[in-house]
C-alpha cells in the first residue's frame, strides 16, 4: 500500500481510500444534522459566526470566503457556505498572541440547535483523523522514514473539520464565480467525503479533470506544506468545485484537514534529499505558515 501511496502522490497527489474503517452511520450523521443547521434563518446560523475578522471556528456564510485569493487570484467569493470544527474547546488564547496563532487555536461555536450537530461532528472529527493517522503511517513508510516519523509533529493539531454546503445555484453565477474556488490545501493531507454531485475537479497538464466519485470511499490529496516537507517529491495539486451544468441541488462535502501542531517546525525529510534534488525549502513553523495562506481566502473588505 505505501508504494500506491508513494506512486499516487507523486503523479496527481490525489487517491480513493476504501475500507477506511468509518462507519456509514458516522458519515450519515454528520451530513444529516449538518443540513438541519444550514437549512436554519440565517440570523440563527450568524449567531456562531467568528466574533473577529480573522476568525474562522463557526458558521461561514455564502460570500465569506473566496479560496482563489490563497494563489492571488482575484474572483468573485464562493458559492458555499461552511461550518468549521476544531479540537480545541478551551479558552481563546491572549490578545498578546499573534492574530495568526488566535485564529487557529480559537475554541469552537456551537449552534443551540440542531443539539445533534455537536456530537455528530465531533465523532466525524475523531473518526476522520485515525484515518489520517494511519495515512500519516503509510506515507512514511513510502518515504524510507520510520512509520510513526510524522506523529510527533500532528499530535494536538490544528486540524480542521470544515461542512461545506453548496445551496442550489438558482442565478447565473458571476464571471469567474465557482462553488469553491482554484486552490491547493496547505497542510499535511486532507480527507473528503463528498456527494455523488459531479463538481471536484484537478488540475493536470493545462487541463481540468472531474475527480470520479468512489460509492463508499473517500478522496485524499496532499497539501501544500506536505509537499514542502518531502522537497516536492509529492504534488499538491490545484483543484476546484465547479458549479455542474443542468440543475445545480444543493450538496453537502466533508473535508477533515489533517495539520500539524501551531509550534511544529516542517524542515526537509532526510530520505527525499539527493544529490539531483537538494533541500528546495527552508524550514517554517506550521501554525504560521497555515494561517498566513487561511488568512488570504478572506475577500477584502
Known sequence: M??????????SGFFAVTGHGIDETTIAGAVDRSREFFALPFDEKCRVAPTEP??????????ATALAATLGDATPPDLSESFNVARFEGDAPGDDRPIGERSMLAPNRWPERPSELRPALE???????????????????????????FASSLVDGTSLLLVNHYPPVDR????????RGAHTDYGILTVLYAEDEPGLQIHRGGEWFDVPHVPGGLIVNIGDLMARWVNDRWVSTL???VVPGGEARDRVSIPFFFQPRYDAVVETAPTTVTADRPARYDPVVAGEWIAAKSAAMLPDE
Not at 480573522?54 to 460570500?63: A, C, K, M, Q
Not at 447565473?172 to 462553488?179: A, D, E, F, K, Y
Open 123 to 149: 465523532r466525524c472529527f475523531r473518526e476522520m483523523e485515525q484515518v489520517a493517522f494511519e495515512l500519516a503511517g503509510l506515507a512514511a513508510e513510502a518515504l524510507d522514514l520510520p512509520t510513526d516519523w
Open 172 to 179: 447565473p453565477p458571476l464571471p469567474g464565480q465557482l462553488r
Open 2 to 11: 505505501a508504494h500506491a501511496l508513494d506512486t499516487a502522490c507523486r503523479t
Open 239 to 241: 483543484h476546484r468545485v
Open 54 to 63: 480573522w476568525g474562522f471556528r463557526g458558521y461561514l456564510g455564502v460570500d
